[in-house]
């Protein structure tokens, strides 16, 4: 199953440590295993652009649509078994000490005849 990792910040977490948080580890690491997919860096939340459709009008604003200390910095996919795989590479990325990680499963795609709601 893929989940998309979302790599955020959390100004309540630890602070970053240069000789601790070696992502580039992590990336080689899950990189050969094949469990990482791809994944990237984002541009800081100063440079977003929010897009949203109301009363039929495109309505597009600078930056995210909710004010927040945190912000999502990156992400990765990941391609693992289930949820407990996904959560133990999670948990060896730098950022799930002084930031946070969301997991999210893709959602699969639907077999003839089904519905997904």
């Known amino acids: 199953m893929r989940y998309m990792m979302f790599v955020a910040t959390d100004p309540d977490a630890e602070p970053y440590d240069p000789d601790a948080d070696n992502v580039e580890e992590w990336v080689d690491k899950h990189e050969a295993s094949?469990?990482?997919v791809m994944?990237?860096?984002l541009r800081p939340v100063e440079d977003a652009t929010t897009v949203r459709r109301r009363e039929?009008?495109?309505v597009v604003t600078d930056g995210p649509f909710?004010?927040?200390r945190e912000w999502i910095?990156?992400?990765d996919i990941l391609d693992c078994a289930d949820l407990d795989e996904a959560i133990a590479?999670?948990?060896e990325h730098p950022m799930a000490r002084f930031g946070r990680l969301e997991l999210r499963p893709?959602?699969?795609d639907e077999e003839p005849g089904e519905t997904t709601r």
Request: charged share 30%; net charge positive; hydrophobic share 45%.
């Open 34 to 36: 094949g469990k990482r």
């Open 39 to 41: 994944g990237d860096r």
């Open 56 to 58: 039929g009008k495109v």
């Open 66 to 68: 909710a004010e927040s």
């Open 73 to 75: 910095a990156g992400f």
């Open 89 to 91: 590479i999670a948990a």
């Open 106 to 108: 893709f959602w699969p």
